[in-house]
């Protein structure tokens, strides 16, 4: 039978693979329960269907445990989510008691007892109170880019997580100033999902006619949501800049910011600059489309991600992985990943922006090199492989509480 | 020369090395940050930037040592500073506060001379990362040369990382690291160990790092005469 962990041993290589089931081994079947807030959408459930059938291979019994809320709970906790972002937001007392109630319930509900309890972000952070003795570990995974969070709601939160065993942040800057030790376990990327795995030819050229692009001049491409973070209209000032020299043209893909109050503007502003250009084109695609912007990555010659602020920035992770040269703004994790003239280039304006897309259309010699060396660097660090050995080195880790050192 | 059947003593079992950054939330946005927060940090802080860190994201090109001498390249976009700091080898120091001190008395000179202090460009904030580390014994062992060279070129990065970098600090009082002592306690090689005590392994990646060591101790094992008459 063909395990997920043999698919992926010809991509990470047979050592990881092993050291992995050696680290499994040394655990032994240890009870591991993921809990978040959804199966479906957003990045957090992408990455728990990506886990989950690794655990079983690994022998580990896990589960992924999902919270239950009405409406109102869950736009408490959008707000909640939006102010460890840093944007002002209006939680009322009464809202986060009803945020209390809704933990309390699912609490009562949920039958398990575990070694390692994974509480992902801010919707059932407070399950703690409730159920501290019913896991060996508590671990609080925030996948948020909590660099400056509201105070307030901080506060609120931060009593809940200084109960846990442990914090984990996806980012070095993200991290908070708590008792307990706080891990770095970068995202990843899962090179057998249908945003990255290989494609033929055909099947690209299926999705470009599909999307009415033809490819009669060098592609440029962002990927992102219509937002201002995102900066799609520094894009297209950038690419006005770069057609004024070199023939090419540009792909703004992505979805519409629904939660974003600025969203409808930013779009209405993208379309108007892009309106009668015919070397523009703005997809508005469905947050599923993981096949097409597969597809669009490969086609593309040159990926932007020229964003102004960024969590980690998977995008740029992804369009490395498919051997791309890559543009990013310097902003979050774009600039852990993009390292100037070896694994992309890193600009801090709409000009700078230009300036690298023409040399990169001069020079697809580097760009070829940049893309071999970006691929390189995914593969050693930004793998799904990568990530699940992390979470078994914390497991390890958790149960050696003051050891920094171990040998095993 | 050692014939390629030439048993050690005792095998070479390779060990694989993870490095878990922990952030202390601690942050410098100029020069006189870095400073003052390198004079607190734990010694682990220390060690994560001088040498672990490279564990923990490993840019294809090296081009400075440490985190600090990249920071003061690209985040300060200071060379001079970079230079300086390029030249701190932290495995030349008995202990890590002396390693502190080299840092802050070079830090405090270079801002005493300076008329403003110098500034993080956006994006570029140094994050201090304290860390914790998992060593496991991997299955790959080596009793003879051949099957050493066989082991290195099987195992991952972080293995090279833990018996040639990682070692040097802790072996530091021996000047050497676990691959050089392996080879000392069983084949009669000095020269094959001064070789590869003397890569600069600043200035390569894990994989060029292998690759050398490869190199060098394949010189080492005798081939077989290619002067032999043929077997009929």
Known sequence: ?408 | MVSPDQPAPNPFWFSECIVMPMPTGKAAVNLRDLLQTLREVNESTLSYHLWQSRMSIAHPEVEYPNDFASWAANALQDSRLAEKLSVIDPFGFENMEQIREALVDLLEEYLWDLPSVPWARPGFQFYFCDVSTIVLRSQIVARTLPEFCSGLMKVGQNSIYYHLMDARWRLRSLKTDDFSHWIKESFDLPELISAIQGIDIWFYTLDEIRNTILEFVNQYIEKPDDNAPERT
């Not at chain 1, 846990?164 to 942040?169: L, P, Q, T, V």
């Not at chain 1, 799609?232 to 974003?260: N, Q, S, W, Y």
């Not at chain 1, 703004?329 to 023409?358: K, M, N, P, Y």
Request: aromatic share 8%.
């Open chain 1, 1 to 408: 039978m063909t395990t997920r962990l043999k698919e992926l041993e010809p991509i990470v290589g047979p050592i990881a693979i092993d050291q992995l089931r050696r680290m499994g081994d040394r655990l032994g079947r240890q009870r591991l329960v993921h809990i978040n807030s959804t199966r479906v959408g957003g990045g957090v459930a992408e990455l728990l269907s990506q886990i989950m059938p690794l655990w079983n291979e690994l022998g580990i019994d896990a589960r992924w445990e999902v919270i239950e809320g009405d409406q109102g709970f869950f736009e408490v906790t959008k707000a909640m989510h939006n102010a460890l972002q840093g944007f002002k937001v209006n939680i009322t007392k009464a809202m986060l008691n009803h945020y209390l109630e809704v933990n309390r319930l699912n609490a009562g509900r949920f039958q398990f007892d575990a070694d390692f309890l994974v509480v992902n972000d801010p919707q059932p952070a407070y399950l703690i109170q409730h159920m501290r003795s019913r896991a060996r570990r508590w671990i609080w995974r925030c996948h948020i880019d909590a660099s400056k969070p509201d105070r307030k709601v901080w506060r609120f939160l931060r009593e809940a997580v200084r109960q846990y065993d442990a914090s984990i942040f996806s980012m070095p800057n993200f991290a908070q100033n708590l008792a307990h030790p706080q891990y770095l376990v970068y995202p990843s990327i899962d090179p057998l999902s249908e945003k990255n795995r290989e494609l033929s030819q055909e099947e690209i050229s299926g999705v470009m006619n599909r999307l009415g692009i033809e490819r009669d001049k060098p592609i440029i491409l962002q990927v992102s949501r219509f937002d201002s973070f995102k900066d799609p209209l520094g894009v297209i000032e950038a690419f006005h800049m770069v057609r004024a020299h070199t023939p090419c043209k540009l792909i703004l893909a992505g979805g519409e910011a629904t939660d974003d109050p600025e969203g409808p503007r930013i779009l209405a502003e993208v379309q108007e600059a892009a309106r009668d250009d015919p070397d523009i084109k703005i997809l508005l695609l469905h947050p599923e489309s993981h096949y097409e912007i597969n597809a669009l990555q490969r086609a593309a010659d040159i990926i932007v991600q020229k964003s102004v602020r960024e969590g980690f920035g998977l995008t740029v992770t992804e369009a490395m992985w498919k051997g791309k040269p890559v543009i990013g703004g310097a902003a979050g994790g774009i600039v852990l990943q993009l390292e100037d003239f070896h694994t992309g280039f890193l600009v801090h304006s709409a000009e700078g922006c230009a300036l690298r897309i023409r040399y990169l259309l001069h020079h697809p010699e580097v760009g070829h090199r940049m893309g071999r060396l970006a691929k390189e660097f995914v593969r050693s660090h930004f793998l799904m492989t990568r990530n699940v050995r992390d979470y078994l080195s914390l497991m390890i880790l958790c149960d050696n509480p003051g050891s920094r050192s171990i040998e095993l």
